[in-house]
């Protein structure tokens, strides 16, 4: 969504990358940019081409730092956007707040 949004607006993030970081705009995204419904269509075309060959195999899972988070073959379906960013939010936290008692209980020592 993010990179139609960037076509539509006609937004070019390697000018603000500058050219030492990002180098010069890409071609290919150059020609997006001239060509932007066709590049909008094609875009969400690949996007749901990719998500149906991710989902159709049935297994459907995600891990933080070797934790599973979400496992579509023990839940029967696959979460929804929000949902899976609070539950690695979550993770995210956890781990945070794991590495801080590992450094409290160095500094004890």
């Given at each position: ?35 932007k ?21 049935g ?24 949902e ?26």
């Open positions: 969504m993010a990179v139609v949004i960037m076509l539509c607006v006609s937004f070019d993030p390697w000018t603000y990358l500058g050219h030492e970081v990002g180098g010069p705009t890409p071609n290919f995204y150059l020609w997006a940019l001239d060509n419904i066709f590049a909008c269509m094609m875009i969400f075309f690949l996007a749901n081409l990719v998500e149906t060959q991710l989902i159709s195999t297994a459907f899972e995600i891990s933080v730092n070797g934790e599973l988070v979400w496992s579509k073959l023990e839940l029967g379906r696959v979460p929804q956007p929000g899976l960013i609070k539950l690695i939010q979550e993770k995210l936290s956890r781990r945070s707040e794991d590495k801080v008692d590992e450094l409290d209980f160095v500094d004890q020592l």
